[in-house]
């Protein structure tokens, strides 16, 4: 249970000058947040649909990410050929690959509403007395730099197992299309491959850094306005055992509850929990959702919400094993 033990009130206390109106009103409220949440719960598919502009952003992520493998294998063409093939043979599809560029699609609207590149903070990591930070600060400056998150380097952001899995989709499409086997092609794919360092992607230095950094500067890794997106979901990810990318889609998600239950899970009080939420969401905080944080995010304990991010993670882990059913 996400949303019902916030503890939403159906019977809020009213004085004597309180109208009918007012008081149904209250009540619809109640009974409308009461209701979405048992549908998450019975149909999650139906309340989750993902929006037309979801939808876009990431098929635009997708049909980049092929024709930068495309042309990295193949060379330079105006339009990749492997396009209609994979959305064909229902790899484009596939749940990993999506959740993968959803998570990017996410990342990219939480880093516009911080309205920042690297902070200060990753910069002056750069003079760390501890090397492993120093080297991880570099790393994350160069990762998260325009260069390699241009047109033509998209698939250098892909996990090891997808990487592979994406190539070897590519150049059997390329194969089909070709109606022929090149030798070119497979040189090039096992040189792609064997050239790929995880270690060398933003969300891998952020581990890094988040794993070696002292503790007096700590506290500042719970701050995405102070360290940036990369360290505050390394952070998290740290402390509650979930995926990085997990994590940028529950900032990034449709309703505020299920981030101000991550925050909540890591004991992060109350008046420091209303700058992040601010900070990372912006204009998507409805005056509902402010409410339900004043009334009752200091109703969650930290156990039920660590309890709750457990959930997640093994609903995700099966999501990912087995996809939708």
Known sequence: MAVNHMGLALNPPFDS??????????HARDVDALCLDTAAIIFPSATLSPSEAMISAVSV???????DIEVKLAGNAREPKTWPLLVRS????????????????????????????????????LDHPERNVADAAQILLAADSLH?????????????????????RVVAALEVSQGERSEVVIK??????????EARTAPAAA????HFLNDE???????????????????????????????????????????????AAVGIAKADALPILLDVRCKMLTPREAAIFE???????????????????????SLLTFGLK
């Not at 000058?17 to 209250?26: K, N, Q, R, V």
């Not at 090039?188 to 360092?197: E, F, R, V």
């Not at 581990?207 to 988040?210: G, T």
Request: hydrophobic share 50%; with cysteine.
């Open 17 to 26: 000058h309180e109208d009918l109106l007012s008081i149904a009103t209250a």
């Open 148 to 168: 390699l998150r241009a047109e033509g380097r998209t698939f250098l952001n892909l996990p090891p197992e997808l990487l592979y899995k994406s190539c070897w």
């Open 188 to 197: 090039a794919a096992h040189a792609l491959i064997a050239l790929y360092d």
């Open 90 to 125: 229902g790899f484009l599809r596939e749940t990993a690959l999506v959740e993968f560029a959803m998570a990017r699609v996410a990342e990219d609207k939480i880093n516009d509403r911080l309205g920042q590149g690297q902070p200060a903070f990753v910069t002056g990591l």
């Open 217 to 263: 500067l700590r506290d500042d890794l719970l701050n995405p306005a102070t360290c940036g997106v990369h360290l505050f979901v390394a952070q998290l990810s740290a402390e509650l055992n979930l995926e990085h990318d997990h994590i940028l889609r529950i900032i990034d998600f449709e309703s505020a509850v299920a981030f101000m239950i991550l925050i």
């Open 61 to 67: 992520k997708l049909l980049q990410l092929v024709r």
């Open 207 to 210: 581990r890094k850094i988040v």
């Open 295 to 317: 009334a009752n995010y200091e109703k969650i304990s930290r156990q039920d919400a660590l309890n709750t991010v457990a959930s997640w993670s093994a609903s995700r882990l």
